[in-house]
Nanobody
Framework: VQLQASGGGLVQAGGSLRLSCAASGRTFGHGYVVAWFRQAPGKEREFVAAIKWSGGHSYYGESVKGRFTISKDNAKSTVSLQMNSLKPEDTAVYYC???????????????????WGQGTLVTVSS
């Protein structure tokens, strides 16, 4: 499956952005987990959020809990990340990732995902 991330941009602190991750080649389906990770300059890749395609259970990193919401559109085979109350420390390249049959303990680990989008830059100015 190929992933296409979009929606990044420049926003002021306190603002909102919505990222999208679209699947092509193969649609998301039973067993897939779709996640967002981010990587700021000089830092390690960080788990942001994930959603199970079957059932829609979602997971969030501690730094974004309560501000970001992950959702899916079954018909369009897309996953969105609504980011509210953005902070300068949210500035990073955001990547969507996907894989199948991940056990729960693996969902937050970037090394467990085989499919990655190209990344989209989010810049939050203070």
């Amino acid at each position: 499956v190929q992933l296409q991330a979009s929606g990044g941009g420049l926003v002021q602190a306190g603002g909102s952005l919505r990222l999208s991750c679209a699947a092509s080649g193969r649609t998301f389906g039973h067993g897939y987990v779709v996640a967002w990770f981010r990587q700021a300059p000089g830092k390690e890749r960080e788990f942001v959020a994930a959603i199970k395609w079957s059932g829609g259970h979602s997971y969030y990193g501690e730094s974004v809990k309560g501000r970001f919401t992950i959702s899916k559109d079954n018909a369009k085979s897309t996953v969105s990340l609504q980011m509210n109350s953005l902070k300068p420390e949210d500035t990073a390249v955001y990547y969507c990732a996907a894989d199948r049959a991940l056990i729960q303990s693996s969902i937050r680990g970037s090394s467990h995902y085989d499919y990655w989008g190209q990344g989209t830059l989010v810049t939050v100015s203070s």
